[in-house]
């Protein structure tokens, strides 16, 4: 992995999934009173013992379950690459494709790929339970897939995408980076700060 490709991957990952001390904190402030109320339920005695058993279960769930989604996070790009490169073996970039859900960021299941100075989108099957690929479907950009406009958010670091899939509006986010932008600027437009509408003629 040159290291063009590492930075990204990796920049991919911390941005899909950034741990965050305080969102540990303010979901157990959340879990406490649920689960005083469940032991009030239960009619089981409330004293300091037991309030500190929870906010102690409390905060290393939450802490615990952050993990576990960062590493599925890394799990999900690494078994990604690795499909895509046994795949299409003369790859020369894999490049992580990430989802918005309100303030949260994840990985798609798809990703973006160059090949013989051509860009891809590489959509993957995978299941619910499983972070590997089963299959995958690649689709050149031209006519089945297309970019039609692209937003620079400098303050989050990403650049989120407009266009269509399969005459099916299709909207995902890259990481925002230098090295990134200059490749895929031979296939998109890119202008800083604004919507633009992409180059469609490659």
């Known amino acids: 992995m040159n290291d063009i490709q590492y930075n990204i991957v990796k920049a991919s990952v911390k941005k899909a999934h950034l741990f965050q001390i305080s969102r540990v904190i303010i979901n157990s402030v959340i879990f406490i009173p649920l689960a005083l109320v469940v032991f009030w339920i239960a009619q089981i005695i409330i004293n300091w013992i037991s309030i500190s058993m929870i906010v102690f279960i409390s905060f290393f769930y939450t802490f615990l379950k952050e993990l576990m989604i960062i590493n599925r996070a890394k799990k999900m790009l690494i078994n990604q690459n690795k499909f895509l490169l046994n795949k299409n073996k003369d790859t020369s970039l894999f490049i992580p ?14 990703a973006l790929f160059i090949q013989h100075d051509k860009l891809y989108l590489e959509a993957f099957r995978t299941t619910f339970f499983s972070s590997k690929p089963s299959d995958s479907i690649s689709v050149p950009y031209g006519k089945d897939f297309v970019v039609t406009e692209v937003l620079m958010l400098p303050d989050e670091q990403l650049i989120r995408y407009k266009g269509m899939l399969m005459n099916t509006e299709y909207h995902f986010y890259t990481i925002d980076m230098p090295e990134l932008v200059e490749k895929l600027s031979q296939y998109i437009s890119f202008q800083k700060g604004q919507d633009i509408n992409a180059d469609t003629t490659q």
């Open 97 to 110: 494709v990430l989802e918005k859900v309100g303030k949260k960021n994840f990985i798609k299941s798809s």
